[in-house]
């Protein structure tokens, strides 16, 4: 055989050999982390698929994925005892002026919607963003308000804010809708230019880009703008109002309708020189449109913006304590995503989930990783166990745990991201909802799940009532070790400690090896009650 036939067979083996090696798969606990990061919880079999493409091609996935849709809930007006009165539906009031059905509809969709990464993030934003069925109890309308975070999720920050601006739903909980240039008396209502600065944007002081607060010379934090700031944008958001009824004349101010975005009324505009944020003059004569363009952009270029919206996304979707490195990291790339563009959220999402300090088998510092929110210690125990469910009583149990779906209490949201946990100095903002009283209803949650027969609810047309699927752990429930094994791996990553997989152990094995049910059930209720599964690191 010639050098250039051996060279060739040479090749062909390695070639063979390539093509028939096994593919390196991602290490499981660091998978389980991923899913437990951007997903409502992780389930075997989403796990083997994260296992098999690895992190960024399931990311990838993920930012592909269409979003899921929120029922297309019909106009009600807002007169419930008049529209009521008339309705044959015993339960109009419920399902035309409460937000029961979308949030039966949310927890449906986290329970098997595939676009579950944008989902989290949805859920993020509706908790940055904060808009309340306290005030806005309309179904049509709030339904429409949270589709819109789910399609703009992956988009830019900048449309987000223009598209949470131009909503009805957010003009009325704000006090933007009807907010008219002032007469010489009165003044624009100064709600909505207060909160967009103060919660949706930038925050109260100046930030490093670390996300720390920048301090005076005196070692005081600085504001990030004055009261005149506030003017400007108050004059900036006047004249838009309701989107007219179909069929009505348009007027200055329309009936209340939450169908579509608001509407300018040029009569009604300040069309006046505003100044704004870095200093930002915005020139008479622009068009409503390009007048909101200008104060929306003008937010955008506060150096504020990648590190105060960064950091609470990381702490939605990661740890409530991260680094200030790892907000400066992310910060950067809100800043600039590689190609010159800020506020590109899919690169911001991808740098939080990819970073250092999210990836790996598990973190160390005792000072990493977040109390699991009631929403997703609910659907997280929910999808372990490979749960079917009308979203009724997912609902109800995240609502008794503090956490009612889109009825926040304010617009400071259910819980604060500046929250301190007592007796120390770390940032744990969903340990503001934890107290006694919340720690028993997560065992009553647990108990039910695990223990109990979820009916459908006898007044809701086609309800299904709530299942868990038992068979996987009935499965193994013989082994107590291999029990055990299983849910440290789904549910922990690996991080049982010894001394806690000695105590399931010997709990599992009290239980009579005839009854597998019980066994399983049982180890079940036992790990999603431990502190250690509670707080998710």
């Not at 987000?160 to 010489?184: A, F, I, Q, R, W």
């Not at 930002?280 to 409503?288: I, L, N, R, Y």
């Not at 005839?514 to 059930?521: E, F, G, L, Q, V």
Request: hydrophobic share 40%; glycine share 8%.
């Amino acid at each position: 055989m010639d050098k250039k036939s051996v060279w060739a067979a040479i090749a062909c083996l390695i070639a063979s050999a390539c093509a028939s090696a096994a593919p390196v798969l991602m290490d499981k606990a660091d998978a389980v982390r991923l899913v437990e990061q951007g997903t409502f919880g992780p389930t075997d079999a989403l796990v083997a698929h994260v296992q098999a493409i690895g992190a960024q091609g399931w990311l990838n996935e993920q930012f592909a994925a269409p979003p899921s849709q929120y029922p297309s809930f019909a106009y009600v007006p807002p007169g419930a005892q008049v529209f009521c009165a008339t309705n044959s539906n015993p339960n109009c009031i419920r399902d035309n002026y409460s937000l029961f059905l979308l949030q039966n509809a949310f927890f449906r969709n986290a329970l098997s919607g595939p676009d579950q990464l944008r989902q989290r993030v949805a859920f993020a934003l509706s908790q940055i963003l904060v808009t309340s069925g306290v005030v806005v109890n309309m179904p049509y309308g709030m339904a429409r308000y949270q589709q819109m975070l789910l399609d703009h999720a992956f988009g830019n920050f900048s449309d987000v804010l223009t598209e949470v601006t131009l909503s009805p739903v957010m003009g009325d909980y704000l006090n933007m809708v009807n907010n008219d240039k002032s007469n010489g008396t009165v003044n624009p209502n100064e709600n909505y230019a207060r909160e967009i600065l103060q919660l949706f944007s930038i925050g109260v002081w100046e930030l490093n880009p670390d996300g720390t607060q920048k301090l005076d010379a005196t070692g005081s934090p600085i504001p990030t703008y004055p009261q005149a700031i506030i003017d400007g944008y108050a004059n900036l958001f006047t004249g838009w109002t309701y989107p007219p009824l179909p069929g009505a004349t348009p007027r200055n101010h329309n009936p209340k309708n939450f169908s579509s975005d608001m509407v300018g009324v040029a009569a009604e505009h300040d069309f006046g020189v505003k100044v704004l944020m870095n200093s930002a003059v915005d020139t008479p004569g622009k068009s409503m449109p390009n007048d909101l363009a200008f104060g929306i952009q003008s937010i955008m270029q506060h150096p504020n913006v990648g590190p105060f919206i960064g950091k609470q996304l990381i702490q939605k979707l990661v740890t409530g304590n991260p680094s200030p490195a790892y907000v400066a990291r992310v910060g950067a790339v809100f800043n600039d995503d590689g190609t010159g563009v800020k506020g590109n959220l899919r690169a911001v999402v991808n740098a939080i989930l990819m970073d250092p300090e999210a990836r790996g088998d598990a973190q160390s510092a005792a000072t990493y990783g977040k109390l699991r929110e009631p929403v997703l210690f609910v659907t997280g125990a929910a999808r372990a166990v490979g749960t079917t469910s009308d979203g009724v009583f997912l609902a109800q149990q995240a609502k008794k745990l503090g956490q009612d779906v889109f009825n926040a209490p304010s617009v400071f949201n259910f819980y604060p991201p500046t929250y301190v946990v007592p007796g120390t100095q770390v940032l744990g903002p969903e340990f503001a909802l934890q107290n006694a009283s919340a720690a028993i209803d997560r065992y009553n949650f647990a108990n039910a799940l695990a223990f109990g027969t979820i009916a459908p609810l006898a007044t809701l047309p086609g309800a299904t009532g709530t299942a868990p699927n038992w068979a996987s752990l009935e499965s193994i429930a013989g082994d107590p070790d291999a029990l055990v094994a299983q849910l440290n791996g789904l549910l922990m990553h690996g991080t049982m400690t010894a001394a806690m997989r000695s105590t399931l152990t010997t709990a599992i094995a009290a239980v009579p090896a005839s009854d597998p049910m019980t066994r399983a059930k049982t180890a079940f209720y036992l790990t999603i009650t431990s502190p250690q599964y509670q707080v998710e690191r």
